[in-house]
């Protein structure tokens, strides 16, 4: 049975899962996991360039995915509309090994949005989508990396030898997590850390990027802990 991520543009409460369903049914396709839309201020208008797209594209080769599953609104509802854009993102994830999977009975809603772009504009859109390739297949070798035990020059699957967030310190990890599921943006998370004396070496705050890693590392810690977050969670909301 292959597996697949699902990615979904919209509310869990007011999303109707009908067709996704169908498809993954059709197709005998185990879900590693879903992830909804969720805004934030440091958003962009690419896809895969957004937390959420990163975090499900991380956990489904983890898990050895071949499809992530979208639906016609992917890129429009996040104001990708720009159909050559469309088609640099779906290159990416082509060539890196996966298929972007639109469930939808007519595919991407690309709209009449295309413009004429001068040379430079051209040269911006395609520096963005080799940046997006280059920095997803590094998410990929390293994640490969690691489950094959390959030693680069700095360490282990690593760009860098040096430990990670979660090695060193789970409990910061812990709490990004939870201040992530509690809505905080990554501005508001920064600073309640450096409040509870979390900084950099040099003293500073943790920049928006530095949260958005920890976040994606809380995604490796143990089911149980992750649920004991969330039970914590609800149980300071009851009081």
């Known amino acids: 049975m292959s597996k697949c991520v699902v990615i979904i543009r ?14 993954i ?22 896809a895969f360039d957004r937390y959420e797209d990163r975090l499900a594209f991380l956990k489904g080769i983890q898990e050895g995915i071949e499809q992530i599953l979208v639906e016609d609104n992917f890129f429009s509802a996040i104001g990708q509309t720009e159909p050559f854009e469309q088609k640099l993102v779906q290159e990416v994830i082509r060539k890196i090994g996966y298929q972007l999977v639109c469930v939808s009975y007519y595919g991407f809603i ?6 004429e772009k001068d040379a430079e504009e051209l040269f911006q859109t395609v520096m963005r989508y080799e940046k997006l390739r ?13 489950e094959q035990g390959i030693v680069n020059l700095e360490g282990i699957g690593k760009i860098s030898g040096r430990k990670s967030y979660l090695e ?14 509690g809505k905080h943006t990554n501005s508001e998370i920064s600073k309640i850390l450096y409040n509870l004396g979390y900084k950099t070496q040099t003293g500073k705050p943790f920049g928006r990027g530095m949260i958005t890693r ?7 810690l143990p089911v ?15 009081t």
């Open 10 to 23: 919209g509310k869990v409460d007011e999303h109707d899962k009908s067709v996704m369903q169908q498809y």
């Open 25 to 46: 049914e059709d197709n005998q396709l185990e879900v590693i996991g879903d992830w909804f839309y969720d805004y934030r201020s440091d958003d962009t208008d690419w």
């Open 110 to 115: 690309s709209g009449d949005s295309s413009t």
């Open 134 to 146: 280059l920095t997803l297949s590094r998410i990929r070798s390293k994640q490969k990396n690691q």
């Open 168 to 181: 060193k310190d789970p409990e910061l990890v812990k709490k990004v997590r939870q201040l992530r599921l």
């Open 214 to 220: 920890l976040y994606q590392q809380s995604e490796l």
């Open 224 to 238: 149980e802990e992750k649920e004991q977050i969330l039970e914590e969670m609800r149980d300071e909301y009851r």
